[in-house]
């Protein structure tokens, strides 16, 4: 079991990971009566203070239009209204001044505060979205879309391969670059595919070999399938809270491959993070980790228990911040822990 030198660097950096804790879900909770709202002058002066009170970035809350406009998905592929079977591409009205978010989970210190970036347009913007069902959105050319799959963008050369077609705005942007030789889409749902065959995929403008397959993600997730790409791209879902459940499933097949990213993984991290956290809380502060695992609400329960399975393992003893922040904010401590 992992164990800890009690010390007084220690006792301040456990109680200052916790306060960062506290401190988001009160940011969360003041800026809720903003987002998605249109600002007034009035309310974007309040929505400052909050920023300023948090230390989050609040400069940048104007969004020229032409980072949107100029994106070469935006301006080359042209989406009307259409429905077919149980999905439909619509179009969506921003209304300037609409405070929305623009990427998702930036952090903010060295601890675990953290943010959306979020801000608006000032004028009124378009956007094809890509719904399934009454409420699914799988996909739009949005900031917060594109914004999140920047390094998805820059990474992909040579043979490329992503798992969830959506509107196809990752597969295009990667077609356009000129270290892009081919790209290759898993994709579920044929309402999906056929759609895009029918409205997206004449609009590219590449002659460039794009080949998608029809069929599930996880029976693509093996190591011989994926050897065969030079970049792998994962993103199958729709958010952070469906995304935790698939990215633990594929974490738990154990493939540690140098070539794959996962859409958001830095998000999805996060809930992990505010489980990891106190639980090393509880280790530190020698209370009984049973308790704390029944004190985990049912959705993330199993989270809980495969930190301590994992933490079982471990026979080290942490003695400085440093330590303790490497393993909370450790890309691969994290990933060994839903491979429990
Ligand atoms: C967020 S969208 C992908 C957006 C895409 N990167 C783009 O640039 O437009 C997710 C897509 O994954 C597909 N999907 C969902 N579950 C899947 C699975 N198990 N296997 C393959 N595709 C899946 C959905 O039908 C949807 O088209």
């Given at each position: 079991?992992?164990?800890?030198?009690?010390?007084?660097?220690?006792?301040?950096?456990?109680?200052?990971?916790?306060?960062?804790m506290?401190?988001?879900?009160?940011?969360?909770?003041?800026?809720?009566d903003?987002?998605?709202?249109?600002?007034?002058p009035?309310?974007?002066?309040?929505?400052?203070?909050?920023?300023?009170?948090y230390?989050?970035?609040?400069?940048?809350?104007?969004?020229?239009?032409?980072?949107?406009?100029?994106?070469?998905?935006?301006?080359?592929?042209?989406?009307?209204?259409?429905?077919?079977?149980?999905?439909?591409?619509?179009?969506?009205?921003?209304?300037?001044?609409?405070?929305?978010?623009?990427?998702?989970?930036?952090?903010?210190?060295?601890?675990?505060?953290?943010y959306?970036p979020?801000g608006?347009?000032?004028?009124?913007?378009d956007?094809?979205?890509?719904?399934?069902?009454?409420?699914k959105?799988?996909?739009?050319?949005?900031?917060?879309?594109?914004?999140?799959?920047?390094?998805?963008?820059?990474?992909?050369?040579?043979?490329?391969?992503?798992?969830?077609?959506?509107?196809?705005?990752?597969?295009?942007?990667?077609?356009?670059?000129?270290?892009?030789?081919?790209?290759?889409?898993?994709?579920?749902?044929?309402d999906?595919?056929?759609?895009?065959?029918?409205?997206?995929?004449?609009?590219?403008?590449?002659?460039?070999?794009?080949?998608?397959?029809?069929g599930?993600?996880?029976?693509?997730?093996?190591?011989?399938?994926?050897?065969?790409?030079?970049?792998?791209?994962?993103?199958?879902?729709?958010?952070?809270?469906?995304?935790?459940?698939?990215?633990?499933?594929?974490?738990e097949k154990?493939?540690?491959?140098?070539?794959?990213?996962?859409?958001?993984?830095?998000s999805?991290?996060?809930?992990?993070?505010?489980?990891?956290?106190?639980?090393?809380?509880?280790?530190?502060?020698?209370?009984?980790?049973?308790?704390?695992?029944?004190?985990?609400?049912?959705?993330?329960k199993?989270?809980?228990?495969?930190?301590?399975?994992?933490?079982?393992?471990?026979?080290?003893?942490?003695?400085?911040?440093?330590?303790?922040?490497?393993?909370?904010?450790g890309?691969d401590?994290?990933?060994?822990?839903?491979?429990?």
């Amino acid at each position: 079991m992992i164990r800890f030198e009690r010390n007084t660097e220690l006792d301040i950096a456990m109680k200052n990971l916790i306060i960062s804790m506290i401190d988001v879900n009160d940011y969360l909770t003041n800026i809720l009566d903003y987002t998605e709202r249109v600002l007034t002058p009035k309310m974007e002066k309040k929505l400052i203070e909050i920023l300023k009170k948090y230390n989050v970035p609040h400069d940048g809350l104007k969004y020229d239009s032409k980072i949107l406009i100029e994106n070469q998905y935006y301006k080359d592929i042209k989406l009307d209204n259409v429905y077919y079977q149980s999905i439909r591409y619509e179009k969506a009205t921003i209304k300037k001044r609409t405070l929305m978010n623009m990427n998702f989970h930036q952090s903010l210190g060295k601890y675990l505060f953290h943010y959306h970036p979020i801000g608006y347009f000032e004028t009124d913007i378009d956007l094809p979205v890509l719904k399934e069902g009454s409420s699914k959105v799988w996909m739009s050319p949005a900031i917060s879309e594109i914004e999140s799959m920047r390094d998805g963008i820059e990474k992909g050369h040579g043979k490329c391969m992503t798992m969830g077609l959506g509107i196809g705005v990752l597969p295009y942007l990667w077609l356009l670059k000129d270290d892009v030789e081919s790209v290759t889409i898993v994709e579920f749902n044929k309402d999906v595919i056929d759609l895009f065959e029918k409205y997206i995929r004449p609009q590219f403008k590449t002659d460039k070999k794009l080949k998608i397959i029809h069929g599930d993600a996880f029976d693509f997730y093996n190591e011989e399938f994926l050897n065969q790409f030079d970049y792998v791209y994962v993103d199958f879902w729709e958010s952070t809270e469906d995304g935790l459940i698939f990215y633990t499933k594929l974490m738990e097949k154990k493939i540690d491959l140098p070539h794959i990213d996962y859409w958001i993984e830095d998000s999805m991290l996060y809930d992990l993070k505010y489980i990891v956290a106190p639980y090393l809380y509880t280790v530190y502060e020698g209370k009984s980790v049973m308790d704390f695992i029944s004190s985990i609400d049912e959705d993330s329960k199993e989270l809980a228990k495969k930190t301590n399975k994992y933490f079982k393992t471990r026979t080290d003893v942490i003695k400085t911040e440093d330590e303790l922040l490497n393993i909370i904010h450790g890309k691969d401590v994290l990933r060994k822990i839903l491979a429990q």
